[in-house]
């Protein structure tokens, strides 16, 4: 059985970092690609950052120099670090794992508030 753990998520002020972590387990997590996403209230979801199996990592635009995705497979994890956070960084994050198959994590709750 495939699983996709989030944590890390909360209340923050702007200014202020997070860093998201992601457990997966019943996957080859070092073949997998693993990406960030987010959905806001009304919002569609969106990419917020991608790291391939080799590494290489992808960001949107709105988030480069702010964000960091790494990979720890060692540990079966992937992780987002958030510095800089926005309140329109607001969402629900969600993990995704994909190589021969796409998989979701159930998400975790970034509130970025006074």
């Known amino acids: 059985q495939v699983q996709l753990v989030e944590s890390g998520g909360g209340l923050v002020q702007p200014g202020g970092s997070l860093r998201l972590s992601c457990a997966a387990s019943?996957?080859?997590?070092?073949?997998?690609?693993m990406g960030w996403y987010r959905q806001a209230p009304g919002k569609q979801r969106e990419m917020v950052a991608h790291?391939?199996?080799?590494?290489?990592?992808n960001y949107a635009d709105s988030v480069k120099g702010r964000f960091t995705i790494s990979r720890d497979n060692a540990k079966n994890t992937v992780y987002l670090q958030m510095n800089s956070l926005k309140p329109e960084d607001t969402a629900v994050y969600y993990c995704?794992?994909?190589?021969?198959?796409?998989?979701w994590g159930q998400g975790t709750q970034v509130t970025v508030s006074l």
């Open positions: 995704n794992a994909w190589w021969i198959y796409e998989y």
């Open positions: 790291i391939t199996s080799g590494g290489n990592t």
């Open positions: 019943g996957i080859i997590f070092s073949n997998n690609g």
